[in-house]
């Protein structure tokens, strides 16, 4: 982290004038509660280790320089020329235009940016952009919007320029972070508390499996949309206004005919993992991590066979490691498809445990894959 700050700022010197503030905006894991903000669940999400650093300055005129680091490309653009763009731009650019339509006056400014969080590795590099811009814009120029406000912000910017339908986790988390907790996010009321998260005998890892399976988000909001359906036939009965009202997963049997098998499956899936997530929290608070892995690799079961978003890759791995007792839980995380599992691996072994699962990967799919040793940390802030 200490090495991108000074890396920026370096690179801010080298192309602009004055003096930059400086954000860090992280990534996010999620522990369990996954695809469920979207469908008024509660997801676990902590703020990482890994993420993106804006340095940042106005610059007194009606334009807007960036500069990515990490695509190695600038852009510079009048601030009443926004428009949606493609690739990283939609990042920035999403969030400005959020602001203006909020009736913000935005000024001009010049900013460079990047990180150490991979893209399209399910630790949301996506909303550590949107966070950081977000908190920047709202820094230098006093609008004084809170962090749930940026929160929102951030995901409309995401529904709007990128086109993703995300529901709030990311940007939730990424502004809310607190070292060494997770925090349980009701996605309901949008609000959360902060669970302590200290493994004793056992370490949080991630494996990136190195793909990322296009149209990922085409079939995201493809299950945003078969979610919205099959609500939409169960709210014929006038007892059920949101998956929260579901307290058992018989209750969905009489829709089943109408909703259709499909349909059908992904509303059990969210059911089943509502109250997945409020048992998880249950064990949590008790330290009983043996019972809270179990749930993450029925997690993953869930995503596998009744939501449909994991792939081949992931699968091998959630599978090799639910095969090695060292493992007490594996599951993918984030929007599937392809990124990372995230696990809870014993110490005691963990070394060769990795060095096993990274070789049968490598042996079976010719990808080396990336083992990160994360830490949960703070959430967006500026470094002085
Ligand atoms: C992506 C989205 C989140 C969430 C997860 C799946 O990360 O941005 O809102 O839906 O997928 O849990």
Redesign the pocket.
Same mark, same amino acid.
């Given at each position: 982290m200490e090495e991108t700050i000074l890396r920026i700022n370096q690179l801010f010197k080298e192309k602009f004038e004055g003096d930059p503030v400086g954000i860090w905006s992280p990534g996010r894991i999620?522990l369990i %509660?996954?695809? $469920? +903000? *979207?469908n008024d669940g509660f997801?676990m999400p902590g703020a990482i280790d890994k993420g993106v650093y804006f340095a940042i300055a106005l610059n007194g005129t009606d334009h807007l320089n960036f500069y990515s680091v990490d695509f190695e490309e600038n852009l510079r653009i009048k601030i009443t020329d926004i428009k949606k763009s493609e690739g990283w731009k939609n990042y920035v650019l999403g969030v400005v235009n959020e602001f203006r339509k909020l009736g913000k006056e935005i000024q001009g400014f010049d900013c460079v940016f990047g990180g150490n969080i991979a893209n399209g590795a @399910?630790i949301?590099s996506?909303?550590a952009v949107e966070g950081g811009m977000s908190f920047s814009i709202n820094e230098l120029m006093n609008f004084n919007l809170n962090r749930k406000e940026l929160a929102l912000l951030g995901q409309r910017a995401?529904h709007h320029y990128p086109g993703?339908m995300? %529901? $709030?986790? +990311?940007q939730y988390a990424n502004m809310h972070g607190q070292k060494d907790h997770v925090m349980l996010l009701d996605c309901q009321s949008i609000t959360h508390h902060y669970l302590p998260f200290n493994l004793v005998d056992s370490t949080l890892i991630l494996i990136n499996t190195k793909v990322h399976h296009t149209l990922a988000s085409s079939a *995201?909001n493809e299950r945003r949309q078969q979610c919205e359906k099959g609500l939409k036939i169960m709210q014929e009965n006038k007892e059920i206004h949101s998956f929260r009202d579901i307290s058992d997963p018989k209750m969905l049997l009489p829709f089943k005919e109408e909703m259709g098998e499909i349909v059908y499956q992904r509303c059990l899936y969210v059911v089943e993992e509502i109250l997945r997530t409020k048992k998880a929290a249950t064990f949590l608070e008790n330290n009983d991590i043996n019972q809270f892995g179990k749930l993450m690799f029925q997690t993953h079961e869930g995503l596998r066979n009744l939501y449909n978003v994991s792939c081949r890759e992931l699968d091998f791995l959630v599978d090799y490691a639910s095969k090695n007792e060292m493992v007490i839980g594996a599951r993918l995380m %984030? %929007? @599937?498809f392809g990124g990372c599992t995230i696990n809870i691996i014993k110490n005691n072994g963990k070394e060769e445990f990795l060095k096993e699962i990274a070789t049968a990967y490598e042996n079976t799919f010719h990808i080396t894959p990336e083992i990160y040793n994360v830490k949960i940390m703070d959430g967006t802030h500026r470094i002085s």
């Open positions: 999620n %509660g996954e695809h $469920i +903000d *979207y997801v @399910g949301s996506s909303a995401e993703v995300c %529901g $709030i986790m +990311d *995201y %984030g %929007g @599937g």
